[in-house]
């Protein structure tokens, strides 16, 4: 058995696609591409994909992650191109890397997300009032998001590794990396917490997650680097 | 048909999916799709499914003809659907107009727009998708700028109440004709003399299987019945016959279908193993209106098999048709599928299995079944109801199928009914109640101990609503309230602990029995239920009675005079202007038959039984053996 990781990247009308269907068609675009896939035991036996955190439906993306697991040794150049030949237009493999097999799932690395998110604010604020607005947020330090489950709090510190703000052409552009999971704040809370509770009327006019990362000693590595 | 370009309204569109349920129903990209030049394309058809991309994408009708158009030449195709609730409220809040989903522009902008017929039920979302697609609902309010409204599948054999609204309708089986059509768009543009709208409309016109109703003129006697259907122009003629495709095997198929990113209601992929079924069951309009029987090859089908699984990437396929089992190689069609997709780790699914060809053999290569269990149609609890609609199972061969099932290893089994059947009485219905409870002893009695647990058995009841085209297109049927008794009668006799029972809507079923033997008269109350907010009336959850009575109220129609009237062997029936092949002597003659009971054999069988359709569509039976 091998494991070959994917970055996968997301663009435009496959923001619309909800994960479990993204999913799916990665099952589907690789049995097109004839990968000779291993298959899960059982009673209804599948291809043995498995996926990092899902996207949420609307965002784009330019590193996602999955990995697949194959019988035969096959040179990950080959299995990017077989893929990208077998995928609809807005689903790309933009990176391909074996890793050991037995090695921990994606879903129990990947810790932190990064992303750039654009967003229009009314009325447009000036660079000095996002930085007043940054400040005001790390100050606060504690917030009660609504989950599916009910309220839950989360730190400011824990939750946001990094926050850049600017303006431009009226649209304030956001370079967040957030925590994933339970101590996690996701991007729209996020802009909810520093325009909503101002009283700004906001917009998330787009939302592209541009990495995914694990926490090595310390560093934010990417689930590649992991495989060296 | 304006020259002016019209712009994609995704722009606009996409701000608004963000806030609907499922914003993949109406973008595109899929694999499989066409992506073709809007503006460079010489005949632009909109290919409407008038319900939802998860419901319109499992038809496989849709994928055929998309695959066929997109074929040919300055020649381009998309898809338009109805879109749900939530984002019509939005289209019409921010003046969008409802588009095609490769391209996203509005309906009006296509040459053509066809819907697919396939039930009564929505034909509000017709009228719907229309005025949203901002084309005038009424064909006579249209103009030289407007597209060609047009109406095919199975509802166009009987298309009167749908008169008002299409410019013409095609009758019968559309892969061949959809390309006569094209190309009369095609030529039209061409030439620089060709007239207008109107001019367009007389050459589709002369194809045969086009019916134009505004080409003929219906009169009523004082009874309300339809005095005659006479054609206003010399070409008209005064029957519309079907079109058929004479071999299967030489037919456009689409070994590359588009694969929907959603899941939808069969996210599989499917081969049509044959077309056209002879078994005559006296309910069904189905056997009538796609004789004769025409099969494809085992070589073909494995062929197209692997074509579809390979360039699809699906973990199931469908063998579909109107009875597979009857496939006169079935056995050594299923044999060999199942050794390449076994080797695949792809799944085999039969729609479902007649009783009287199962075999162990045929199901153990079915694996789908072993999830879903396995599913017959017996119709009538006694033999006796059972050879009035000539489905001649004895009780004998039914509980004989239902042990085997249960000793192989199957636990689930679904079995589907129908009440309010012609010539029906009580004591069929306590034979229905028999049935359920000798299918639970037995299925008892044979699943060894440790599955009992796992045993489902379900009756599946839905009332009888007659058809055009078929023997019991002059019955009348039963009461709404006399159907309640009869319904109520089944849930408390049967025992709900060991057989579940699963019933339908019964004002549903009366409404569809009004349309479904309805004349033009009926598209003023169409309208009137589209106007007072009709819409996804085949959805239970949607579908409100009460718009319809007053509906019907309001357009001075009388549903008895529709659903409970018993029309007499001499009344021209509304639909007897548009031809199937089979002749109303024929229906007749098996009409009379019913009362008697007596059985009309498979002409498969070996023995014709004369109702018409191959001596008058020139195509003899095709199966496998004879060729």
Redesign the interface.
């Known amino acids: 058995m091998y494991r070959v990781r994917l970055r996968l990247a997301k663009t435009e009308?496959?923001k619309?696609?909800?994960h479990?269907?993204?999913m799916?068609?990665l099952?589907?675009?690789?049995?097109?591409a004839?990968l000779p896939l291993v298959?899960t035991q059982g009673?209804?036996?599948?291809a043995k994909i498995s996926w990092g955190p899902p996207l949420s439906?609307?965002q784009t993306s330019d590193s996602e992650y999955l990995d697949l697991f194959l019988e035969k040794f096959i040179r990950p150049e080959e299995v990017k191109a077989r893929l990208n030949e077998?995928?609809?237009?807005?689903l790309r493999i933009v990176g391909a890397k074996y890793v050991y097999k037995d090695a921990p799932s994606l879903g129990g690395i990947i810790a932190v997300a990064s992303y750039e998110v654009a967003v229009e604010v009314v009325p447009v604020p000036g660079n000095d009032q996002l930085t007043a607005a940054r400040a005001r947020f790390f100050e606060k330090g504690s917030f009660e998001v609504k989950r599916k489950k009910g309220m839950r709090t989360k730190q400011a510190d824990k939750a946001v590794r990094r926050m850049e703000m600017n303006v431009r052409d009226g649209v304030v552009e956001l370079d967040l990396s957030l925590a994933l999971g339970a101590d996690g704040l996701k991007p729209s809370e996020v802009c909810e917490l520093l325009f909503g509770a101002n009283g700004q009327s906001h917009t998330v006019l787009a939302a592209k997650r541009t990495g995914l990362f694990a926490e090595n000693r310390g560093d934010l590595v990417t689930p590649f680097d992991l495989a060296d | 048909m304006a020259e002016t370009k019209i712009d994609s309204v995704w722009p606009r569109l996409e701000r608004v999916l963000p806030e609907v349920e499922r914003p993949g129903r109406y973008t595109n990209k899929e694999w499989g799709a066409y992506h073709n030049d809007f503006d460079k394309a010489l005949v632009r058809v909109a290919l409407a499914y008038p319900d939802i991309y998860e419901v319109g994408m499992s038809h496989l009708g849709l994928q055929i003809l998309y695959e066929v158009l997109n074929r040919l030449p300055s020649t381009l195709a998309e898809r338009a659907f109805a879109p749900w609730l939530d984002l019509e409220e939005r289209l019409r809040a921010s003046d969008i107009p409802l588009f095609s989903l490769e391209s996203h522009r509005p309906l009006r902008a296509f040459d053509l727009v066809g819907f697919s017929l396939q039930t009564e039920m929505t034909y509000t979302n017709i009228l719907n998708m229309l005025d949203l697609g901002r084309i005038p609902i009424r064909s006579e309010q249209r103009n030289e700028d407007d597209p060609l409204v047009i109406g095919g599948g199975p509802g166009a054999f009987n298309p009167e109440p749908l008169a008002d609204f299409f410019d013409l309708f095609l009758i019968g089986e559309g892969e061949e004709a959809v390309v006569d059509i094209a190309m009369a768009v095609a030529d039209h543009k061409r030439s620089s003399d060709s007239g207008g709208r109107e001019a367009l409309l007389a050459r589709i016109a002369g194809i045969a299987g086009v019916y134009v109703p505004s080409q003929y003129a219906v009169d009523y006697e004082d009874s309300g019945q339809v005095a005659n259907v006479t054609p206003v122009s010399a070409e008209a003629p005064p029957v519309v016959q079907k079109r058929v495709v004479s071999d299967l095997n030489a037919a456009p198929y689409p070994t590359r279908p588009i694969v929907p990113f959603m899941n939808i209601v069969h996210g599989r992929a499917t081969v049509e193993v044959m077309r056209g079924c002879t078994r005559g069951c006296r309910f069904c309009q189905a056997g009538i209106v796609y004789r004769p029987t025409r099969e494809r090859s085992t070589k073909k089908l494995l062929g197209q098999a692997d074509a579809v699984l390979s360039s699809t990437g699906h973990e199931e396929i469908s063998l579909a048709s109107l009875s597979t089992s009857d496939h006169s190689e079935i056995a050594r069609l299923l044999r060999r599928l199942s050794a390449s997709t076994n080797q695949r780790g792809v799944a085999i699914s039969l729609p479902s299995l007649r009783i009287d060809s199962f075999s162990i053999g045929l199901a153990e290569q079915v694996a789908g079944f072993k999830r879903t269990g396995l599913t017959f149609a017996p119709e009538a609890g006694t033999a006796r109801l059972r050879r009035v609609i000539n489905k001649e199972i004895s009780e004998e061969s039914l509980m004989e199928v239902v042990k085997a099932v249960f000793e192989t290893g199957w636990d689930k089994i679904k079995l589907y009914f129908m009440f309010g059947l012609p010539h029906e009485e009580w004591s069929d219905l306590e034979g229905l109640v028999e049935l359920s409870r000798k299918i639970h002893d037995l299925a008892v009695a044979t699943v060894p101990p440790r599955r009992k647990g796992r045993l489902r058995i379900t009756f599946n009841v839905s009332p009888f609503v007659a058809k055009a085209h078929t023997p019991f297109q002059w019955e009348g049927q039963e009461s709404l309230n006399e159907l309640a008794r009869k319904r109520d009668f089944l849930k408390e006799k049967i025992n709900r602990k060991r057989v579940a029972v699963k019933t339908h809507d019964l004002e549903q079923a009366h409404v569809e029995a009004v349309l479904a033997r309805g004349d033009r008269r009926l598209s003023a109350a169409i309208f009137r239920a589209w106007q007072l907010g009709a819409r996804f009336d085949a959805w239970k959850e949607y579908f409100d009675y009460s718009i319809w009575t007053r509906a019907l109220a309001e357009a001075d129609v009388s549903p008895d005079f529709y659903v409970s009237r018993a029309r007499a062997r001499s009344e021209v029936l509304p639909w007897d202007h548009i031809g199937t092949g089979v002749s109303k002597e024929f229906l007749w003659e098996e009409h009379e038959r019913a009362a008697d009971e007596a059985i009309t054999p498979d002409c498969r069988g070996g023995e014709c039984t004369e109702c018409g359709a191959c001596p008058v569509l020139g195509i003899p039976l095709i199966s496998c053996i004879s060729q």
């Open positions: 009308f496959a619309f696609v909800s479990l269907e993204t799916q068609a099952a589907r675009g690789a049995r097109r004839r298959l009673f209804n036996p599948h439906v609307g077998a995928l609809p237009e807005h």
